[in-house]
């Protein structure tokens, strides 16, 4: 009983703030004002709060501009661990648009919607988001391209940090600077969570979203560790696969510290 009273209390309370910000969020949005940046971060801190998620920050993120973060990619809590952390912005697939609820909040957080298999509008995309990135705005990237179990990093794509490359040419500096992320989900009410617990906080995407939300309300607890790596600086004639390599290892290791309280070299 007291666990469905605290749900009713997350959605109403969640439904409200989401309500009041919403008409300045669209506000930001029609007129392109610098309000729909940080509103975001608001709503993201709010619902991160509510649903029990507790945030530890390791490092910090890059003050150069444009960056680029590269993360690894566990659940949709993802977005708002991230999104609660700094005011930033998503590259996601166009088929995110459509769905209910994400699709949504990622529109109204004007999201970069990628169509990665049509390379006649691959230009379009690019220039929006190097247009982005130079107007100051953290681009996120997950180039895994899909979600994990939460306990390994998986095969990361270069061909995903196209948009890096292909928008130094647009950028003031003739530089993008990429920073690997490492997002950890490690404990569930304080106690580790262990490798066959983490599927608490992660979603592959085999699982109905439904269900997993609601497991997520009834846990009501759950800590993450986000650490921000070294900086990898990308210029015009450098290679993607070896921006890709920099960038795995940087995240991997972060990944495996934080799961495993150990370095990687030590594995």
């Known amino acids: 009983m007291i666990t469905w009273v605290r749900i009713g209390i ?7 703030v989401t309500l009041i910000i ?12 610098k309000i729909r940046r940080y509103l975001p971060r608001y709503w993201h ?9 507790r945030i530890h920050v390791h490092g910090r993120i890059d003050r150069r501009r444009p960056l680029m973060l590269a993360s690894n990619h566990v659940s949709w809590k993802d977005i708002l661990v991230l999104g609660a952390i700094a005011d930033v912005v998503f590259i996601a697939k166009m088929e995110v648009a459509e769905w209910p609820i994400f699709g949504t909040l990622a529109k109204l957080q004007k999201s970069i919607f990628v169509v990665r298999e049509q390379k006649r509008r691959t230009g379009d995309q690019v220039n929006e988001i190097a ?9 996120v990237l997950f180039p895994e391209g899909t979600t994990s179990d939460g306990n390994r990093l998986l095969e990361v794509k270069s061909s995903l940090f196209g948009a890096a490359a292909a928008a130094v040419p647009h950028t003031k500096e003739g530089v993008v600077h990429v920073q690997p992320v490492a997002i950890a989900y ?13 599927p608490i906080a992660a979603w592959p995407g ?9 497991g997520i309300l009834k846990e009501g607890a759950i800590d993450v560790d986000v650490a921000f790596g070294e900086t990898v600086d990308f210029r015009a004639g450098d ?4 921006l890709s390599q920099a960038v795995t290892s940087r995240m991997r290791r972060m990944l495996v510290k934080h799961l495993r309280g150990r370095d990687y070299e030590t594995l």
């Open 206 to 214: 085999d699982i109905e979203l439904g269900p997993h939300l609601l």
């Open 22 to 33: 919403l008409p300045f969020q669209l506000i930001g949005l029609a007129f392109d004002l």
């Open 186 to 198: 490690t404990r569930v009410h304080g106690m580790a969570m262990g490798r066959y617990h983490r």
């Open 45 to 53: 801190r709010t619902a991160c709060f509510l649903l029990g998620i």
């Open 131 to 139: 247009e982005r990135m130079s107007a100051g705005e953290i681009v």
């Open 10 to 16: 997350v959605v109403l309370v969640l439904l409200a």
């Open 239 to 242: 290679n993607r696969k070896h």
